[in-house]
C-alpha cells in the first residue's frame, strides 16, 4: 500500500482541521459565493454570450483535475478567507469547462437545461445528507417521495391508490429495476434458483430500437443479450403490432417463457411514440407482462395537447419515466410505476436484519430497501417536489408544450430549405435531418455519411452550438432534442447558418 | 387518463411562467434564501439545540407533502416576494421534518455527517446539470472522476496507472457492477448467452454476514439467491479462511463454476474486518475472482494508524468504496475498482450509434456509459474532489482517526458500566452493545431481545438520540456508528444515562 503524501496531523490539529470544515459560518459564506458565481454564469449562458461547450481534449482537462488534488496535498487553507479564494477558484473552473445547458445553442442530448430552483430544493436535502433506505432515516423525503409517485402515477393514467412505484437513480437502473420485476414474476422461482434451470430459454421481446439499457438488461438478468427478440418497426419506426402479435403467438405455440413485452413512449432515434392501446390488448390477449419504457416521453401526459401521445400508458404492467428528462429536474430522477400495488415487492425478496425492525413491522411498508435497488438512496425527488408544490403541473405543461412546438416550428424551417432534409415530421422535441449542400449531390452515400459525422464535430468543437448525431438503417445523421425552453427560432435559424458555414469550410480542405 | 387539475395556459403565458423559473435573479434571491436557511439550521443541529429526528408517523408527513403539491395547483407566485416567501415555506418544512444527521446525538446508521461544503460543490454541478454518458456532455465531470478514481485507488493500494474503476449511484449498484464483471468473466458467454445453458449451476462465495446487496446480486444477475455459498465466520465474525479454502477446494473438485469470493471491509453487523492478504492467497491459488465490499472500511487506507485493515485490498480483483460512508460525502457516491484495467469493458459489452462516435473513435475511451450502468450519470465525485482539492487527504485521515478512536473510548466506557455489555472491541466506529439493567437478570432471552428493540424505539422517536439495532445469532442488540466527527465523548456519556432513563420508563409500565 503506498502511504498518503500527508504525514498524520496531531490529534488537536485533525480537531481544527475537522471544526474549520463543518463551521456553518464558513458554510454560509462559501454558499454565497457559490450562489453569485452560478447565478452569474446562467445569465451568460442563457444571455449566449459564451460558448456551448468550451472545448479541451479529455487529457488537459484530467490532468488539471489532477493539480487540484495535489494543491490540496500542500496544505489546507490557514484562515476563512483563503479558503473562500480557493473555493471560488475551484468553482470557476468547474464552470468554465463544462457543457452549457441553459445556453439557447444547446440542442443536443435529452438531458434537460434543468429548473435551476429544482437544485436548490436538492442541495438542502444533500446538505443535510437525507437519505432513505428506511423511513426513520428520510422521514420527508420518504414522504415526499411518495406524494411525487401518487401525483405522477395519476397524471400518467392510472388510477388513483390502484398502482404503486418508486424513484431511483436513472432510466437504465429503472428498466432494470421494472424488467427483474417482470422476471421474478413471471419465472416463478429465477430470484432464488437463478435461470440455469429454465428450459426452453426465455426471452425478452422488445422495441427494435429499444435504448440500450433495454437489452442490457437482458445481459444483466442472465437472460442473455441473444434471447431479445427485436419486434420490427412500421413506417414511423414504432413497434410494428401485427409483429408483435406474430412473434408473440409463435413463441406461446413454442411454450418458449416470455419475460415481457418492452415498448418506447419514444423511442430515442427519432422520438417516435409506440401505438401503447393496441400493443396492450396484445399482450393481454397473449398474457405477457407490458412494459413501457417512457423514459423520455412519459412527461407528454402534463399536456393537454401532446398526451394523446401516451394514450394507454396506465394498461402497462411497469412503466419507467425520468423526471429528469421532460420535467427538467437535474439528473437523476427516474421514476418506476407498477400497475399491481403488489409488484412493489417482487424485484428484491430478501431482509436485513439491522435495517428492518421486527418491533414496528408495519413501519416496513415505508421502508423504501425493500423496493429499491439501492439501499442509502438519494432524496431525488426533492426538486420535483418543491418545483411542482412551487408552480404546479401548469409549468411541466408550458415546457412540454413550448419544446414540443418548437420542434414543429423546426421541421417547417428546415423543410423550406434546400439543403437541409429532415428525416421526418417529429412527434415531439426529438427531430433528425441531414446538411446536403450541392457539393455533396455527387458524393457516395458514405461520403454524405461521413461529411454528417464532421460537420458535426466541427460545430461542437467550435462551441457555436451542441447537437448530436445518429445513425438509421445504417446511415448517419444529424439529431436534435429541443430541451431547453429558453431556445427560441432564431436561434435554429443561426443553427442553419452555422452549419452551412462550417460546412463551407470542411468542403473546401 | 384524468384530466391535470390546471387548464392549459395560453402561449404567452406559458412563456412567461418559464422565463419566471429560469430567472438567474430569481435563483440568486432564493440561493440566498436558502443558504442563510441551511447555515442556520445547521448551527442549531450542531450545538444539540433540538432533536435529532422530529419523529412524525409516515401518514401524517405523506398527507403534509401532498398538501403542498395541491397548493401549487392552486397557482404559481405572483411575483418575486411571494415566490421567496413559498420557497422559504417549503424549505423549513423540509429541514423541520428531516433527520438530523449533523447532531451530535446522531449515532446511528452508516451514513454520515456529510461534509457541508461537498454539497455546495456538487450544487455547482447540479444546477448546471452536468452529466456523463459521455464525455461532450461532461467533459469537467469526467476528468475529476478521472482524478479521483486515480488518487482514492492508489491511496486503496493499486500500482500507479495499472488499474481502473469508476463512480457510480451507490454501494449496492457498485456491488452489482463489479459482481456483473466477474460473473461475465468468469463464466465466457453469459452477458450475450444468458445462464440458462450453464450446468453445473455456478455458485457465489460469500462472506456469511455479507451486505444484503451481494445476495441480491445473485438473484438479479440470474445465479440465484440460493447459488450464494456462505463462507461461516471466525470468533471475530470474520470470514474464516480455513473453511474458505475447503469450499473451494471442493467446488473445485465437483467442477462448479465460481463467479467469485466475496469479502467484507468490513461487514456490517459488527464492522469486522476480513484477512484479506491470506484470502487473496487462496482466491489466488484456486484461480477465483476476489471481490472485496470495503463500501465501508475502504477509506481506512487514508489513515496511518488503521490503513492495516485493509492491507491487501490491492490483492482484489474488484473492490468498491463508498465515498458517501467514511470519507463523509452526501449520498450517492459509490466507486468500483478493477485491479486489471481491461476489466472496465468486461460489465457492459454494446455500444448505441447515438452515443458512440465513429467519427472519433479514441474518445470513447473517456465515454462513461460503455463502464457504467447509469446512461446519464450524475458529476457525482464533485463533492469529493472539491473537499479534497481544499483539505487534502489529511482531512480524510482526521474524520478516520477521529470517528474510530471515539468508538474505541466508546468501547471501555460500556465496558466500565455494571448495565451495559458491549458485544466485542470495534475494529473501526461500528459498534454492538446491550443494556442489561438489574431488573432484566431474570428474564428470558426472548424478553431481553424485546426490550432492545423497544428502548431503542422508544430513544428515537423521543428525538434525544438516534441509534440502531441488529441482530447477531438469533439475539437483539444495540448498535451505533459513530460517522459524526462532532460526536464527543461527553454525548456518548449522555446516550448511556438516556438509555437507562428510558429503560426505567419502559420497565416501570
Known amino acids: 500500500m503506498t502511504e498518503c503524501t500527508n504525514s498524520r496531523l496531531p490529534d488537536n490539529k485533525q480537531r481544527e482541521l475537522i471544526t474549520a470544515a463543518y463551521d456553518p459560518q464558513t458554510v454560509r459564506l462559501a454558499g454565497e459565493h457559490m450562489i453569485e458565481l452560478l447565478s452569474k454564469h446562467l445569465r451568460v449562458v442563457q444571455d449566449a454570450s459564451g460558448p456551448v461547450l ?60 434543468s429548473l435551476p430552483l429544482a437544485s436548490l430544493f436538492d442541495a438542502v436535502t444533500t446538505m443535510t445528507n437525507q437519505v432513505m433506505a428506511i423511513y426513520e432515516m428520510g422521514p420527508w423525503a420518504t414522504a415526499i417521495e411518495r406524494a411525487i409517485v401518487n401525483k405522477l402515477g395519476e397524471t400518467l393514467g392510472f388510477p388513483a391508490g390502484e398502482f404503486t412505484g418508486l424513484v431511483t437513480s436513472g432510466g437504465s437502473l429503472a428498466n432494470l429495476t421494472a424488467l427483474l ?37 437482458a445481459g ?41 413485452v418492452s415498448a418506447a413512449a419514444c423511442a430515442t432515434p427519432i422520438g417516435a411514440f409506440d401505438p401503447l392501446v393496441d400493443i396492450a390488448e396484445v399482450c393481454q390477449r397473449h398474457d405477457v407482462w407490458l ?116 420542434s414543429q416550428h423546426f421541421y417547417e424551417l428546415l423543410t423550406a430549405q434546400d439543403d437541409f432534409e429532415p428525416y421526418c415530421r417529429p412527434e415531439c422535441n426529438i427531430l433528425v435531418f441531414r446538411h446536403l449542400p450541392v457539393e455533396l449531390r455527387d458524393r457516395s452515400p458514405t461520403e454524405i455519411d461521413q461529411y454528417q459525422l464532421q460537420l458535426r464535430r ?18 448517419s445523421y444529424l439529431r436534435t432534442t429541443l430541451i431547453n425552453p429558453l431556445t427560441q427560432a432564431v436561434h435554429l435559424q443561426g443553427l442553419l447558418e452555422n452549419l452551412r458555414e462550417q460546412g463551407r469550410q470542411l468542403l473546401s480542405r
Chains 1, 2 share one sequence.
Not at 471560488?88 to 468554465?96: A, G, I, N, P, Y
Not at 416463478?188 to 426452453?200: A, E, I, Q, V
Not at 437472460?223 to 403467438?249: H, K, S
Not at 412519459?298 to 398526451?307: D, V, Y
Request: glycine share 6%; net charge negative; aromatic share 8%.
Open 220 to 260: 444483466i438478468l442472465g437472460l442473455g443479450t441473444d434471447q431479445v427478440v427485436r419486434v420490427p418497426l412500421d413506417e414511423r419506426r414504432r413497434m410494428n403490432v401485427n409483429e408483435l402479435d406474430a412473434i408473440l403467438t409463435d413463441l406461446r405455440q413454442k411454450n418458449v417463457p416470455i419475460v415481457a
Open 458 to 475: 466541427a460545430v461542437i468543437q467550435s462551441g457555436d452550438y451542441y447537437l448530436v448525431q445518429t445513425q438509421l438503417d445504417g446511415r
Open 54 to 113: 468550451h472545448w479541451f481534449e479529455p487529457n488537459e482537462n484530467i490532468t488539471l483535475a489532477h493539480k487540484q488534488l495535489a494543491a490540496g496535498e500542500i496544505g489546507p487553507p490557514s484562515d476563512v478567507p483563503e479558503l473562500l479564494a480557493r473555493f471560488d477558484e475551484l468553482v470557476k473552473q468547474t464552470l468554465s469547462r463544462g457543457q452549457n445547458l441553459h445556453h439557447p445553442h444547446y440542442v443536443g442530448h435529452q438531458v434537460p437545461a
Open 181 to 217: 420485476t417482470a422476471r421474478n414474476v413471471t419465472l416463478g422461482n429465477s430470484w432464488s434458483r437463478g435461470l440455469t434451470s429454465h428450459s426452453p430459454a426465455p426471452v425478452l421481446v422488445a422495441h427494435a430500437e429499444s435504448h440500450y439499457c433495454v437489452t442490457r438488461s
Open 291 to 406: 412494459h413501457v419504457d417512457a423514459a423520455h416521453g412519459g412527461a407528454a401526459c402534463f399536456s393537454a395537447r401532446h398526451r394523446h401521445l401516451v394514450e394507454g400508458l396506465h394498461l402497462a404492467d411497469s412503466v419507467v419515466c425520468d423526471a429528469h428528462k421532460m420535467m427538467f429536474m437535474p439528473a437523476l430522477c427516474a421514476l418506476v410505476f407498477y400497475r399491481n400495488p403488489e409488484h412493489r415487492y417482487a424485484a428484491f425478496q430478501q431482509a436485513a436484519p439491522y435495517l428492518f425492525d421486527p418491533s414496528a413491522p408495519g413501519m416496513a411498508e415505508f421502508d423504501n430497501g425493500v423496493s429499491n435497488l439501492e439501499c442509502t438512496k438519494r432524496a431525488a425527488a426533492m426538486g420535483l417536489w418543491g418545483t411542482w408544490s412551487l408552480f404546479g403541473s401548469r409549468l411541466f405543461e408550458a415546457l412540454v408544450d413550448t419544446t414540443f412546438d418548437l
